[in-house]
T-cell receptor, first 115, second 109 residues
Framework: NAGVMQNPRHLVRRRGQEARLRCSPMKGHSHVYWYRQLPEEGLKFMVYLQKENIIDESGMPKERFSAEFPKEGPSILRIQQVVRGDSAAYFC?????????????FGPGTRLLVL | GIQVEQSPPDLILQEGANSTLRCNFSDSVNNLQWFHQNPWGQLINLFYIPSGTKQNGRLSATTVATERYSLLYISSSQTTDSGVYFCAVEGSGTYKYIFGTGTRLKVLA
């Protein structure tokens, strides 16, 4: 059973470009979470999604950031018009969504560098 | 929201030494996980431990939910244990993990 997959693993963008980060949850998992880790800091929650629904986006910046988890395919975190402050590691996690107490399984992360 | 504090912030050990890392949290939690982030940035799940004690090889963890803390024990440390150890908690009624600021461990050969 493959773990959580994220791609690309590294992404370089120039200021003003768009970044699209993909996350494929573990097989059978219907809950996806995105976290951001700024340099030398801990991870911070961004958004929690279930298939075709955003459940909690309280950690998402109000502008330029969006997330989706379509019925088919991976979850996408999209950052429009990137700025240098968006440089960070973005981690995706998934859980089965069957119980209140569940382990979240983390992917390897996408490291975004904005030049 | 829940506050998560980890101590110590930094730790340097000689190979073979034992250590205890602490995680304090300010409110009741549904879930608690310990992670190791290795020097390459990979996040490795160590324990899912909302309460009780678990052991896995040289590592063990104990969570005392009623007193709002968790401990991670590393015995006979090895250089490959180096990295940052994070505690993450999920508050009651939420689905998001709140991460502590981590303990940065360096094990010297």
């Amino acid at each position: 059973n493959a773990g959580v997959m994220q791609n690309p693993r590294h992404l370089v963008r120039r200021r003003g470009q768009e970044a699209r980060l993909r996350c494929s949850p573990m097989k059978g998992h219907s809950h996806v979470y995105w976290y951001r880790q700024l340099p030398e800091e801990g991870l911070k929650f961004m958004v929690y999604l279930q298939k075709e629904n955003i459940i909690d986006e309280s950690g998402m910046p109000k502008e330029r950031f969006s997330a989706e988890f379509p019925k088919e395919g991976p979850s996408i975190l999209r950052i429009q018009q990137v700025v240098r402050g968006d440089s960070a590691a973005y981690f995706c996690a998934s859980s089965p969504g069957l119980a209140v107490q569940e382990t979240q399984y983390f992917g390897p992360g996408t490291r975004l560098l904005v030049l | 929201g829940i506050q998560v504090e980890q101590s110590p912030p930094d730790l340097i050990l000689q190979e073979g030494a034992n250590s205890t890392l602490r995680c304090n949290f300010s409110d009741s939690v549904n879930n608690l996980q310990w992670f190791h982030q290795n020097p390459w940035g990979q996040l490795i799940n160590l324990f899912y431990i909302p309460s009780g004690t678990k052991q896995n090889g040289r590592l063990s963890a104990t969570t005392v939910a009623t007193e709002r803390y968790s401990l991670l024990y590393i015995s006979s440390s090895q250089t490959t244990d180096s990295g940052v150890y994070f505690c993450a908690v999920e508050g009651s009624g939420t689905y998001k993990y709140i991460f502590g600021t981590g303990t940065r461990l360096k094990v010297l050969a």
